[in-house]
């Protein structure tokens, strides 16, 4: 069964440090997210991505993060200048384009784990 | 975006069925209802997903009234591999913004026991 894999499953950084959080969203998807959940709170939305460009984003997604697909496959997520706020679990996901439904599937990935010092 | 209100908890035993409760008062015309389960330090993976009435895959069945303002997911004979967190989500139907982003909420914490 195809899945989204995501790299590093952890990540330790410094203050200030930039982190770049990979993922390969499923090959036939054409919608990619990220999502971050701090130890013991709710999933949350950042960014969705569709057709080369953001699609949705929340507060939380301000001019610290950056997405971008380099290549048909990878899609990453930048943090220019981790804060401790910025410790969570990061998952990406990835949907098929949506036809009557926009709440269609979202497959998500194992997360990566960032822990910022 | 309709909000939801589902328990916090729920406790069962292996072999038995559980039924799941949320409710969404202000769920629009075109509004889906999904469900997710979510493993401790795993992403969350959908479950079942409805509009009216009664869906039903291979793992869960997901009961809706007809004034879709509440619905109930089911699984049928748990294990304790079922131990999990269960998220009800409303949106996304075609007239929608065509918002896509998933908003989780407390979810309902599943325990089963031997």
């Known amino acids: ?117 | 975006l309709a909000k939801t209100t589902q328990p916090i908890s729920m406790d069962s035993y292996e072999g038995q069925e559980v039924n799941i409760t949320c409710s969404h008062n202000n769920i629009a015309t075109n509004d889906y209802i999904t469900w997710y389960q979510q493993f401790p330090s795993q992403g969350p993976r959908f479950i079942i997903q409805g509009y009216k009435t009664k869906v039903t895959n291979e793992v869960a069945s997901l009961f809706i009234p007809a004034d879709r303002k509440s619905s109930t997911l089911s699984l049928p004979r748990v294990s304790l591999s079922d131990t999990a967190v269960y998220y009800c989500l409303v949106g996304g139907g075609v007239r929608d913004t065509g918002r896509r982003a998933l908003t989780f909420g407390s979810g309902t914490r599943l325990q089963v026991q031997p």
Request: net charge negative.
């Open chain 1, 1 to 117: 069964e195809p899945e989204v894999t995501q790299t590093p499953s952890h990540q330790v950084t410094q203050m200030g440090q930039e982190v770049i959080l990979r993922c390969v969203p499923i090959s036939n998807h054409l919608y990619f997210y990220w999502y971050r959940q701090i130890l013991g709170q709710k999933v949350e939305f950042l960014v969705s991505f569709y057709n080369n460009e953001i699609s949705e984003k929340s507060e939380i997604f301000d001019d610290q993060f950056s997405v971008e697909r380099p290549d048909g496959s990878n899609f990453t997520l930048k943090i220019r200048s981790t804060k401790l706020e910025d410790s969570a679990m990061y998952f990406c996901a990835s949907s098929e384009v949506a036809g009557e439904i926009a709440f269609n599937e979202q497959f998500f990935g194992p997360g990566t784990r960032l822990t910022v010092l």
